[in-house]
């Protein structure tokens, strides 16, 4: 029942400790590092610049130790938002023709463009740059790690009234219970199969899988309700009041290295807005329509 092992694609929220350079960094430097390779994923130009982004995401999976097609795993339970973004923005109504962008083909008020096919390619290559992001993140910082590091960083904000530690607190949580909701999604699966349920196999049986999972769903809100009600009570129980007053075991210290990984992941980042990535576009594309 390979086909219902959820926990085993997601990456998101597992820890890999392989004792890398980028195991090391101080979190703070990690956070900092990945906001500014997130903006510069976001706002990277064209398919060139996406590819580019992702070309340095991999190259940094490597340095981390981490076996990049464990990493690749993530992007399997992404896969329905990505192919479904991907024919809406391949099947929109047709552009004029201009020079960097001409109709390939036309059904009525369907049609698509060479706009589209690169809106398509540069999309799904970002999102994949971006799972891979986001799970460099969680496989070389432990939770405990990452909200020491939130924490002490939105610290400076409290002046103006946001709660640092609840805040951190919240987003730990979410991280941490992200592999549970997989294991959970996956029991689900396997207990509708065992009951009766045809989720399809191989490639001709994906639409048949996610419109079989789509019902599961509801019993997994109700599950994560359930495991937040006993958390809640758990915290209670506990004496938790929130982050007023309350003292720090661990303090952070950064050391010259951190700033340096900092400055590299800003070189890095400078290089991805400033590239000729436009103009290598452009070409390809004019040798493609050409």
Known sequence: MSEFEFLRNVTVGQYLPTGSPIHRLDPRAKLLAFVVLLLAAI???????????????????????????YALRGVLP????IVT???????APPVAATAT?????????????SCGVSLVFMSMLRF???????????????????AHGIEVGLRPLQR?????????LVATIAIRFVPTLAEEMERLAKAQAARGADFGTGAAGFVTRIRRLIPLFVPLITSSLRRADALTEAMET?????????????????????????????????????????????????????
């Open 43 to 69: 706002l990277a130009p064209g398919i060139a610049g996406a590819l580019a982004f992702l070309a340095v995401m991999l190259a940094l999976t490597v340095v981390a130790r981490i076996p990049v097609g």
């Open 78 to 81: 992404a896969m329905p938002f």
């Open 128 to 146: 994949l740059g971006l799972i891979l992001l986001v799970s460099l993140l969680t496989m070389t910082t432990s939770v405990t790690e990452l």
């Open 101 to 113: 962008c001409a109709p390939l083909v036309e059904w009525g008020f369907l049609g698509i463009t």
């Open 85 to 91: 973004l991907a024919l809406f923005q391949l099947f």
């Open 238 to 290: 506990r004496a938790y009041l929130g982050g007023g007053g309350r003292s720090h075991y661990v303090d952070l210290d950064a050391r010259p290295t951190d700033w340096v990984a900092v400055g590299a992941a800003v070189a890095l980042a400078a290089a991805l807005l400033l590239g000729p990535w436009a103009a290598i576009d452009a070409g390809l594309w004019a040798r493609v329509i050409g």
């Open 160 to 168: 103006v009234g946001i709660p640092a530690h609840e805040l951190s």
